[in-house]
DNA sequence: CGAAGATAGTTATAGAGTATAACAATTGCC
DNA sequence: GGCAATTGTTATACTCTATAACTATCTTCG
């Protein structure tokens, strides 16, 4: 879809009426607003969308494995290394070896590190709250139904 | 929502619940899928997300110029640069002085870039069949429809 | 007119996020 | 016991993103 013939017109809107057509298009723009909002809001909290979230799956699954998160995250094991050090380095969790296989680690949070994820679940709680403030509970649940069967089959293509 | 009690369990599954609520991590979900399998449907054109936006938008909008590229598509202006770099070496697109105001280009598509974005742009709609073939065309609007409002209320943040 | 400030494009640079190969230590499988 | 697979790690590289600083040009206005 052009717009006018050409060249020099001193263009005064851009249009992208045509990526406006893919989802995709839209699903990265409204992440794009999501995330710098959550960038912002973990910001008091020195945690990044990685963090937080390592941290979350470390405090629901205790005990989980390295691998085992790096697969959760999506995140490749030689990426999640350092973000497990960052955690651990700040006190947030812990290494602790297994005795059953002294190949992996056992990731736990700590108390501090529980605390910590408490107050900024909290401050996400409203983050996500201020974002889809404009959405009723079933459009909600509905927009999540819907990227969570886009997701699941999505991913089984080659 | 934690799991079990601890230690040396050796986890068989990893629970996702708490982040499970947040729409925005389904969102980042959705979107790892989408976008990983639009990275191989461009792959064959040699173009990228960032490139095939790009060469989109200086389709359908001809004459525009590289700052008002940059701010339709939330890069900075130092980071367009390379993108209109090589969309320019490769023949896709030409920048024109303009008479008018000689410090901007008026960005404008060739025959060639035309062509390879025809090419692309059919595989591009192939790829969001697959990615929606299992939501209703009802389904599909009312998905942009919220996605769009999610980006509109959260722009006007502080 | 002419200086001051704003804008367009650019360079350099740095930081995240992501991806792969290769390695040591350990385990599991014949 | 030996070989393959797995866990965590290091090194490395590429993409995307973000900021500061610079040049050239335009705009504003005294």
Redesign the interface.
């Known amino acids: ?11 005064t809107h ?7 057509r ?14 710098a ?2 960038a912002r809001t973990l910001e008091p909290y020195e945690l990044r ?1 990685l963090t937080y ?1 390592a941290l ?2 470390v ?7 390295q691998s ?2 790096a ?2 995250m ?1 995140v490749e094991r030689p990426n999640l290394v350092v973000i497990v050090d960052e955690l651990e380095t700040r006190g947030l969790i812990t290494r ?1 070896r ?4 002294r190949r992996t680690y ?1 990731l ?1 949070i700590t108390d501090e590190g529980a605390q910590l994820l408490a107050e900024a679940t909290r401050a ?1 709680g409203e983050h ?1 709250n ?6 009723t509970k079933a ?2 649940a ?3 139904s ?6 699941t ?3 089984g ?1 080659s």
């Open positions: 879809m052009p717009d006018d013939a050409a060249k020099p017109v001193k263009r851009v249009s992208d009426a045509t990526l406006r893919l989802v995709g298009y839209n699903l990265k723009r409204a992440f794009l607003v999501i995330g909002d959550l969308m979230t979350t799956l405090a629901d699954n205790p005990g989980l494995s085992q998160l697969d959760a999506q602790d297994v005795p059953t296989d056992a736990q996400v996500e201020q974002m889809m403030g404009g959405l459009e909600e509905a927009l999540i819907t990227l969570n069967r886009i997701e089959s999505g991913t293509r």
